[in-house]
């Protein structure tokens, strides 16, 4: 593929200009990072994993009526996506203690949950991305 212009680089990916306006080429990195970014490290394929990850649920939201911008997987790391602005909320799902979880309630890492835990947190590193109440993403949309 030809060298394409980079328009952002984050965490876990780089978005690429499209080949048409208003698409992204999205690159799904193997870098992993916990307590904001203070720890860092590489796990071979997490890139591909979360690609494939991202298409399956992608996928999975349109079938039922949830407009997504995902329109296709272009190759193990990469897809071709309609360029949106996004809400800045991040979605967690827990089914073991890592990160901030753990060192926000004393447990050990890896400590198995009783039941999975859905956290929401607002995307800004500035603010150390805090939690954020169902109360909140109600009341402020």
């Known amino acids: 593929m030809a060298r394409r212009k980079k328009i952002y680089e984050g965490k876990a990916k780089i978005l690429y ?7 992204l080429v999205q ?3 193997d870098d992993a990072t ?3 970014a203070e720890k860092r490290a590489t796990i071979d394929g997490k890139g591909v994993l979360n690609n494939r990850l991202s298409e399956f649920f992608m996928n999975g939201l349109s079938q039922v009526g949830v407009p997504t911008h995902f329109l296709k997987r272009l190759n193990m790391r990469e897809q071709l996506i309609r ?12 089914n073991f203690a890592a ?10 890492e890896g400590t198995r949950l009783p039941r999975p835990i859905v956290e929401f947190s607002y995307k800004d590193d500035s603010l150390g991305d805090p939690l954020v109440p169902e109360e909140y ?4 949309g």
């Not at 360029?83 to 827990?94: A, C, D, F, H, Y």
């Open 34 to 36: 916990a307590f904001n």
């Open 17 to 23: 200009e499209g080949p048409e306006p208003g698409t």
């Open 99 to 108: 990160g901030t979880m753990a060192k926000r309630m004393g447990m050990d």
């Open 27 to 29: 690159y799904f990195k």
């Open 83 to 94: 360029q949106v602005e996004i809400i800045p909320l991040e979605v967690i799902v827990r």
């Open 137 to 140: 993403i109600a009341a402020f």
